[in-house]
């Protein structure tokens, strides 16, 4: 009597254990009672990716002018201060004018006496026009007196010419800046003797507003380039500028021109680009960071990093479809920018992209999707990708 209860008890007990878990299984759902693994996705859309190019470039001057002594003379005195801003035709430099105005005064008394030997060889010409139809003077003496004329009337013009040349020496005797900018340092001390028999250099006037930065991009890259299929903005592609501290210019530069043909000693073609400087900021010279957008890659994906994954087929990325089941979708690779890669097939718009708990999840098996940003870091990071074969921005 006693054992038969004894072994009811235990038969309650075990069928009540079995309802039990049959309940737990019910309520988990899911095969072996598992729920589908949460994963973070990113959702896929299509876009022009812009094509950057990071370097370092030189700044130089928008123009630069050497002012040079274009006659001889005694240098007098300088006229600016050094490492100031100038004006187109200020005066910089004077040198004695005594020789080259004595040069015109010279010039002008030959004028004046060429005009007067010119006046009595017309007044000579006239006689004889009036005389050679009455046969008064023989025709020789009246073909003497025409040439006289003429002959007198060039010495003239070549007086007239001499004087104009002696007044451009001495307007030369001020030496003017030949462009805006900044003036340097000056190169001739007062008292030296200059622009003889050659043009003296005195100073340097660089214009820096605005500035040239000149950087190369190497075959390799312009290949890469071309092989993405970017296109070329032209006039649109944008520069941006570190500072040699790590600062960031507040100006943005311009593409302003682009080599052809290549350097044999570095087998690079060179770029330059412009950009602004009217605070004066920037001087020439320094060599500084530039990240140069040089086109945009039309209708490509940017696909990041850690959803990239590698086998013996090549890359592919895992994707969470509308059927909440995982998929496989080999991808081809362009180039890396930044944490991402530029996808340009492979995947569509509105793909949900795997890019945490990918170790959780096999093709075929459910998955629930969560917004990579809204996941909050759950799940071990996906292997990290292979590094680019060539980084073309």
């Given at each position: 009597?006693?054992?038969?209860?004894?072994?009811?008890?235990?038969?309650?007990?075990?069928?009540?254990?079995?309802?039990?878990?049959?309940?737990?299984?019910?309520?988990?759902?899911?095969?072996?009672?598992?729920?589908?693994?949460?994963?973070?996705?990113?959702?896929?859309?299509?876009?022009?990716?812009?094509?950057?190019?990071?370097?370092?470039?030189?700044?130089?001057?928008?123009?630069?002018?050497?002012?040079?002594?274009?006659?001889?003379?005694?240098?007098?005195?300088r006229l600016y201060e050094e490492g100031s801003d100038v004006r187109q035709g200020q005066p910089l430099f004077q040198i004695d004018p005594a020789p080259l105005a004595a040069a015109l005064a010279q010039a002008q008394g030959a004028l004046a006496q060429?005009?007067?030997?010119?006046?009595?060889?017309?007044?000579?010409?006239?006689?004889?026009?009036?005389?050679?139809?009455?046969?008064?003077?023989?025709?020789?003496?009246?073909?003497?007196?025409?040439?006289?004329?003429?002959?007198?009337?060039?010495?003239?013009?070549?007086?007239?010419?001499?004087?104009?040349?002696?007044?451009?020496?001495?307007?030369?005797?001020?030496?003017?800046?030949?462009?805006?900018?900044?003036?340097?340092?000056?190169?001739?001390?007062?008292?030296?003797?200059?622009?003889?028999?050659?043009?003296?250099?005195?100073?340097?006037?660089?214009?820096?507003?605005?500035?040239?930065?000149?950087?190369?991009?190497?075959?390799?890259?312009?290949?890469?380039?071309?092989?993405?299929?970017?296109?070329r903005d032209n006039g649109a592609s944008r520069i941006q500028v570190l500072l040699p501290d790590g600062r960031p210019y507040d100006r943005a530069g311009t593409l302003d021109f682009s080599g052809d043909t290549v350097d044999p000693a570095t087998g690079?073609?060179?770029?330059?680009?412009?950009?602004?400087?009217?605070?004066?900021?920037?001087?020439?010279?320094?060599?500084?960071?530039?990240?140069?957008?040089?086109?945009?890659?039309?209708?490509?994906?940017?696909v990041p990093q850690v959803a990239v994954q590698r086998d013996q087929q090549g890359a592919y990325v895992m994707v969470v479809g509308k059927d909440g089941k995982v998929a496989r979708k080999d991808v081809t690779l362009d180039r890396q920018k930044g944490?991402?890669?530029?996808?340009?097939?492979?995947?569509?718009?509105?793909?949900?992209?795997?890019?945490?708990?990918?170790?959780?999840?096999?093709?075929?098996?459910?998955?629930?999707?969560?917004?990579?940003?809204?996941?909050?870091?759950?799940?071990?990071?996906?292997?990290?990708?292979?590094?680019?074969?060539?980084?073309?921005?």
């Open positions: 009597m006693h054992r038969s209860l004894v072994v009811l008890a235990l038969s309650t007990a075990f069928l009540a254990a079995g309802a039990c878990s049959k309940q737990e299984g019910d309520g988990q759902g899911g095969a072996g009672g598992m729920p589908p693994p949460e994963v973070g996705v990113v959702v896929m859309q299509r876009g022009d990716v812009p094509l950057t190019k990071e370097a370092v470039g030189r700044l130089s001057a928008f123009r630069s002018a050497d002012v040079r002594a274009r006659v001889p003379g005694v240098l007098q005195r060429a005009q007067a030997s010119a006046a009595n060889a017309h007044a000579a010409a006239e006689r004889a026009r009036s005389l050679i139809d009455g046969k008064f003077i023989s025709q020789a003496d009246y073909d003497n007196a025409i040439a006289a004329e003429r002959t007198s009337a060039a010495a003239v013009k070549a007086a007239e010419a001499a004087v104009q040349a002696a007044r451009i020496n001495l307007g030369y005797a001020t030496v003017r800046s030949p462009i805006s900018g900044r003036a340097g340092k000056q190169q001739v001390t007062e008292g030296a003797l200059v622009g003889q028999g050659e043009a003296t250099l005195l100073t340097t006037v660089d214009q820096l507003d605005p500035m040239y930065i000149d950087f190369s991009v190497g075959v390799a890259e312009l290949a890469q380039i071309r092989a993405a299929g970017a296109t690079a073609v060179q770029l330059r680009a412009r950009i602004a400087n009217p605070d004066g900021a920037l001087l020439p010279g320094t060599f500084v960071t530039l990240r140069a957008t040089l086109g945009h890659t039309r209708n490509a994906f940017l944490s991402d890669w530029v996808v340009r097939s492979g995947v569509a718009d509105g793909d949900q992209v795997i890019v945490s708990g990918l170790q959780r999840v096999q093709p075929g098996a459910p998955a629930k999707a969560v917004p990579a940003q809204a996941q909050g870091g759950e799940g071990a990071p996906a292997q990290p990708a292979a590094p680019a074969a060539a980084n073309g921005g």
